[in-house]
């Protein structure tokens, strides 16, 4: 059997690319979502780490210590079989909230870090200066601590893309299952595996590519202030 056989046979007979396309689908719902909702309790969190009451900073750290220790998989079974139980939520808006505690204990980390390795001095000169702190801190620390997070934060983002591989264990139709189903009815799993491995691989540049435009749109508004 050639190459095309092996297409027609896996993703057009049976509509199976309606199904594949649904399953990505569903995990780009799950990405999105945990992405946005992540991160924004990611920055609570930092806040709340760099809180000046010792035992919200411990709270904080504590919180930080324990989801980043986690195994993504068992915080997920965790919150399905335990903490929604019983409840109306569906297994996709379970899984958002797994991968939101998960991507929020990453992302503080790594903007707490960030902020720590930015330059004390200039705040310290800008405070001279008249500069209220949130000033400073928006306009001078900010900013620095953005470039130096980015790295680690993009990281993130695509780690967990990949982890929401693991939400078929509660019972969630996502990309991967469909893949694997769609292998295990055509005989057909390392064809299917390449094309899951191609699929995961876009969504993953796609991410990178879209650091790469905000950066040369950033540069690009530059220049334009500068020529003003």
Wanted: charged share 15%; with cysteine.
């Amino acid at each position: 059997m050639d190459i095309g056989e092996i297409f027609y046979k896996t993703l057009i007979a049976g509509d199976s690319y309606k199904t594949l396309l649904k399953g990505l689908g569903v995990t780009l719902q799950i990405s999105l979502f945990s992405i946005a909702i992540g991160t924004l309790l990611g920055m609570v969190v930092c806040a709340l780490r760099r809180s000046r009451i010792r035992i919200i900073r411990g709270i904080a750290a504590g919180y930080i210590a324990i989801v980043r220790g986690s195994p993504v998989v068992l915080l997920l079974m965790l919150m399905y079989y335990v903490v929604f139980a019983g409840s109306n939520v569906s297994a996709t808006m379970v899984a958002v909230a797994a991968f939101s505690l998960h991507m929020s204990a990453y992302t503080a980390a790594c903007f707490y870090a960030a902020i720590n390795a930015t330059d004390a001095m200039q705040v310290e000169a800008a405070r001279t200066l008249g500069f209220s702190r949130w000033q400073a801190f928006t306009l001078i620390t900010l900013p620095q601590a953005a470039k130096i997070a980015k790295g680690t934060y993009q990281s993130t983002i695509v780690t967990l893309v990949q982890w929401t591989s693991v939400v078929g264990y509660v019972t969630i139709t996502d990309l991967t299952r469909v893949i694997n189903n769609i292998g295990s009815r055509t005989m057909e799993p390392l064809f299917m595996i390449l094309v899951g491995l191609i699929l995961y691989l876009g969504m993953a540049y796609i991410c990178y590519g879209a650091f790469a435009l905000a950066d040369k749109l950033s540069a690009m508004r530059k220049q334009r202030r500068r020529k003003a």
